[in-house]
């Protein structure tokens, strides 16, 4: 089992839809979770971090269900800009630095 | 969030040559951490790089391979070495955004080329 999977995609949605990710993580030890935003031919940059309790930012929403081992990001209201590739990632406890990132979901956000 | 600059942004290297990937960041951190991104593949980290003292490295990454210099606590170098078309891939510096070295802070990377 792969320590972070993802849906691949890609997820094609027209503007104004909502959509959500989905990812799972196999280290039951690990203390914190993020989702990065990664452009075509651009590095990787920190969308939100995802907490227990779950965090909402504007027009996405993170969750984070520890037992199991579960974490989502719903965005609502797509736009155009929202076409990325959404990182789910996952830090193992005691790790500093040590990341582990799923390979990635696509949305493409159509007009 | 660090401003990080790498060199060369992109290269297109030949098999059997060595690459040196400069990193510059404006400020000064502790923890410094190189990662690569395969075609299709996810981010993978190298090692962390630790100024006055040697890298430490992950699974699978060796310093002959990839060797590491830290000379002080805004730079960086990787030198991939002996490169091969495997080695072609993204490679990014990175920075920990806060004091528990979760967050991380990416450059804009290096576009290897092996042919």
């Known amino acids: 089992r792969k320590e972070v999977e993802q849906d691949p995609g890609p997820f094609n949605v027209p503007e104004g839809a909502t959509v959500a990710f989905n990812c799972t993580y196999s280290?039951?030890?690990?203390?914190?979770f993020f989702w990065y935003r990664q452009d075509c031919r651009k590095e990787p940059k920190l969308l939100m971090s995802?907490?227990?309790s779950g965090n909402e930012d504007g027009r996405f929403t993170a969750q984070l269900n520890r037992a199991s081992q579960y974490i989502s990001l719903l965005i609502r209201d797509s736009k155009l800009s929202d076409s990325a590739t959404y990182l789910c990632v996952v830090s193992p406890s005691g790790s500093q630095g040590n990341l582990i990132f799923g390979k990635g979901t696509k949305l493409s956000v159509k007009p | 969030s660090a401003v990080i600059s790498q060199k060369p942004s992109r290269d297109i290297c030949q098999r059997g040559t060595s690459l040196t990937i400069q990193c510059q960041v404006d400020s000064q951190v502790t923890m410094m951490f190189w990662y690569r991104q395969q075609p299709g593949q996810s981010l993978t980290l190298i090692a962390t790089a630790n100024q006055g003292s040697e890298a430490t490295y992950e699974s699978g990454f060796v310093i002959d391979k990839f060797p590491i210099s830290r000379p002080n606590l805004t730079f960086s170098t990787l030198t991939v070495s002996n490169m091969s078309p495997e080695d072609s891939s993204i490679y990014l510096c990175s920075v920990a955004g806060d004091s528990s070295g979760n967050t991380i802070y990416f450059g804009e990377g290096s576009w290897l080329t092996v042919v």
């Open positions: 995802v907490y227990s």
């Open positions: 280290n039951s030890a690990s203390q914190s």
